[in-house]
């Protein structure tokens, strides 16, 4: 008997959904063995397949607390890392049902004329940030540090105009979310890695931070103490800027200085005159301005992977793959293209899931969160500028340092540990201007 060939499923990148397994079996003919293939998972059963697992319908859950304990299993490590108790790490359904209430709350109330307050300041955030920019020659700046902190700022704005300190403090903002980045970090390690006291004392100086970014002030609930409404502010910021600041530098970064073709060039400046001139983008985003923001959250989703876990079973919605399987996307898929967007088949319409699927898919998902990824992006591009304007980026690596079309994403997983934060650290601006 002759050995049988496998053939190798195609894919952008390994996956489990169409790894192969081979094994060898003794045949009654020495010397002699066949291999066995496992059998390769079509693309429909991988889209559906991550999708039951967003949904939580691969669990067959009887109820909405059933999906909060699905899905607060393995946030637990936030809960430990972070000390937060919202709908991500709960399992009690009044206070996930009173973190939605705030958070559509929060969305209802960013009508045009608060988008237009939040481009101003983040226009002004700028400009704190790089003062020395005007007179500048040759400079350096960090991106992420300024990604960082402009996303912060806006999200406080957001989440509590009323209560923010004034002016903001561009060194405690620093300080916060560095320590935000140190905690999310040591919450991913093993048990055995991890440092509690370091890790006590770090959320204890992003708690100082907070503070003066934050006035927390007594609620309705006299009982609530100091340390509960300060848990309570983290646990709100945490969902909208953690998953908020990489998705607006990695984009900048990608329709600034990476190749993209004449097309997409013209939609790029459309939306940049759209946002401009409408200060921030109104309540209503211009079709173009959907596809952009739309096509940043597929090539950076906020969330890469979804994890639902019960007392017996594990399960991961790789969203990341997703978004990137040129299968789905066609060869293309690396590139940034957002007319892509303006007719999708069936499979991308399933495939996309920046913000999860489902009746616990995430609040912004109405287009608050398309909202703020574009207009923070273009605060950068109009701002720092591109490659056509004369800027530059230093990635910190000379492999890395060409003009192709890869995503950003993919550069960072070969720079560092974490998903790349040791790179992201490192990116540099060079030759920008302000303006």
């Given at each position: 008997?002759?050995n049988?060939k496998?053939?190798k ?6 996956t ?8 060898a079996?003794?045949?009654?003919h020495?010397?002699?063995h ?9 693309l429909?059963?991988k889209?559906q397949?991550?999708?039951s697992i967003a949904n939580f319908?691969?669990f067959q859950?009887?109820?909405l607390q059933h ?11 936030l809960?430990k890392?972070?000390d ?10 009044d206070?996930h ?13 960013a009508d045009?004329a608060v ?6 300041l983040a ?7 790089v003062?020395?920019l ?8 960090r991106?992420?540090?300024i ?8 999200v406080?704005?957001l989440?509590?105009p ?6 903001f ?5 620093d300080?916060a979310t ?5 905690l ?7 048990s055995?890695?991890r ?11 992003l ?8 006035s927390?002030?007594?609620g309705?609930?006299e ?5 509960d409404r ?10 909208a800027y953690e998953?908020l600041?990489?998705v607006?530098?990695?984009t900048y970064?990608?329709v600034a ?6 097309a997409t060039?013209?939609?790029?400046n459309?939306?940049v005159?759209?946002i ?6 109104g309540a ?5 301005v959907v596809y ?6 597929r090539?950076y989703?906020?969330t890469k ?9 594990e399960e ?12 789905i996307?066609g060869?293309d898929?690396?590139?940034?293209r957002?007319n892509?967007?303006d007719?999708?088949t069936?499979?991308?319409?399933h495939a996309y ?10 609040p912004a998902e ?5 909202k703020r990824?574009?207009?923070l992006?273009?605060?950068l591009?109009?701002r720092?500028?591109?490659?056509a304007?004369?800027?530059?980026v230093r990635?910190?690596?000379d492999?890395?340092?060409v003009y192709?079309p ?5 550069w ?10 040791s790179?992201?650290s ?10």
């Amino acid at each position: 008997m002759k050995n049988t060939k496998t053939r190798k499923a195609y894919s952008s990148r390994p996956t489990t959904s169409n790894a192969i397994i081979t094994s060898a079996r003794h045949t009654p003919h020495k010397n002699q063995h066949i291999l066995f293939k496992a059998p390769v998972i079509s693309l429909q059963s991988k889209i559906q397949r991550n999708r039951s697992i967003a949904n939580f319908s691969i669990f067959q859950p009887s109820s909405l607390q059933h999906r909060l304990q699905l899905r607060a299993g393995p946030n637990s490590r936030l809960l430990k890392a972070f000390d937060i108790r919202n709908s991500f790490t709960t399992t009690d359904v009044d206070k996930h049902t009173d973190f939605l209430r705030l958070s559509f709350h929060t969305i209802k109330s960013a009508d045009g004329a608060v988008c237009r307050k939040v481009w101003r300041l983040a226009n002004e955030t700028i400009e704190k940030l790089v003062p020395q920019l005007r007179n500048s020659g040759r400079r350096e700046v960090r991106i992420e540090r300024i990604a960082r902190i402009l996303c912060l700022d806006a999200v406080l704005k957001l989440l509590f105009p009323k209560t923010r300190v004034r002016p903001f403090h561009i060194g405690h903002a620093d300080k916060a979310t560095k320590l935000v980045n140190v905690l999310w970090q040591d919450s991913k390690k093993s048990s055995s890695e991890r440092g509690p006291v370091s890790r006590q004392r770090s959320l204890e100086s992003l708690q100082e931070a907070l503070r003066e970014l934050v006035s927390v002030k007594q609620g309705d609930d006299e009982e609530e103490g100091e340390e509960d409404r300060e848990s309570k502010v983290l646990g709100l910021i945490m969902p909208a800027y953690e998953t908020l600041w990489r998705v607006v530098m990695l984009t900048y970064i990608h329709v600034a200085f990476r190749y993209i073709d004449t097309a997409t060039r013209e939609t790029v400046n459309k939306v940049v005159k759209s946002i401009s001139q409408n200060s921030g983008a109104g309540a209503r985003l211009d079709p173009t301005v959907v596809y952009f923001a739309r096509e940043a959250l597929r090539l950076y989703p906020p969330t890469k992977r979804i994890y639902r876990a019960s007392l017996s079973a594990e399960e991961t919605a790789d969203v990341e793959s997703m978004h990137h399987d040129e299968r789905i996307w066609g060869p293309d898929a690396p590139e940034f293209r957002p007319n892509r967007f303006d007719k999708l088949t069936r499979d991308q319409e399933h495939a996309y899931m920046p913000f999860g699927v489902g009746k616990n898919a995430c609040p912004a998902e109405n287009g608050f969160g398309r909202k703020r990824v574009s207009f923070l992006g273009v605060v950068l591009v109009t701002r720092l500028g591109t490659r056509a304007s004369g800027a530059g980026v230093r990635l910190g690596d000379d492999n890395l340092d060409v003009y192709v079309p890869s995503p950003v994403a993919d550069w960072a997983k070969r720079c560092g540990e974490m998903g790349g934060e040791s790179w992201i650290s490192g990116v540099k601006l060079i030759s920008y201007y302000i303006r």
